[in-house]
């Protein structure tokens, strides 16, 4: 059964730093690419950024492009968002979702972890 | 930007056939993926590449293609399809991901 555990989530300043992780299980990692999606409290889904399964390929939405990094430790079967400068627009929950096999150029999320709460917050 | 446009807000009875439209705001048009998302829960994807069906996706979900716009028909609704459902695309590079406003089901 595919798994994905988000953690790291939590109130932060503006101006402030926040990294996020994600667990994976059940399936091959190193085969898979990653990517992050968020929502905003009552508000629609919103891509955060890619991964590719070797991380030769990455992309980020324009909303955080320069604050944002995304990266996976394939040995462990991870997956990182390192969150920098954040602001009050970033409060969300943030999800961690499998794509595709790698073999696929396509961008989408078959499988989706639970999420972890940033709040954003003076 | 690359916008997909959702109706808000979608009602039918049970028994009946709910369709939910994402119309593209460009061409040339990507795949389209729908996502169905219950309160407090993850969301769970039940249509990928205009309309193939993943496996333990019941059969009432179908999805169509049509020049700029994607459709979802849920056949024969059932209480428990009461839920948001969202249209994914991404732009012609397929470098930037895109998700509609999302589409409130109720089931009457």
């Known amino acids: 059964e595919v798994q994905l555990v988000e953690s790291g989530g939590g109130l932060v300043q503006p101006g402030g730093s926040l990294r996020l992780s994600c667990a994976a299980s059940?399936?091959?990692?190193?085969?898979?690419?990653m990517n992050w999606v968020r929502q905003a409290p009552g508000k629609g889904l919103e891509w955060v950024s890619y991964?590719?399964?070797?991380?030769?390929?990455?992309y980020y939405a324009d909303s955080v492009k320069g604050r944002f990094t995304i990266s996976r430790d394939n040995a462990k079967n991870s997956l990182y968002l390192q969150m920098n400068s954040l602001r009050a627009e970033d409060t969300a929950v943030y999800y961690c979702?499998?794509?595709?096999?790698?073999?696929?150029?396509?961008?989408?999320?078959?499988?989706w972890g639970q999420g972890t709460l940033v709040t954003v917050s003076s | 930007s690359y916008e997909l446009t959702q109706p808000p807000s979608v009602s039918v009875s049970p028994g009946q056939t709910a369709r939910i439209t994402c119309s593209a705001d460009?061409?040339?048009?990507?795949?389209a993926y729908w996502y169905q998302q219950k309160p407090g829960q993850a969301p769970v994807l039940v249509i990928y590449?205009?309309?193939e069906r993943p496996s333990g996706i019941p059969e009432r979900f179908s999805g169509s293609s049509s020049g700029t716009t994607v459709t979802l028909t849920i056949s024969g609704v059932q209480a428990e399809d009461e839920a948001d459902y969202y249209c994914?695309?991404?732009?012609?590079?397929?470098?930037?991901?895109?998700f509609g406003g999302g589409t409130k089901l109720t089931v009457l």
């Open positions: 590449k205009d309309s």
């Open positions: 059940g399936f091959t990692f190193s085969s898979y690419s």
């Open positions: 994914q695309s991404a732009d012609s590079s397929g470098t930037s991901v895109v």
């Open positions: 991964i590719s399964s070797s991380s030769s390929t990455i």
């Open positions: 979702a499998r794509g595709p096999y790698s073999s696929s150029s396509e961008i989408y999320f078959q499988h």
């Open positions: 460009a061409l040339p048009k990507q795949y």
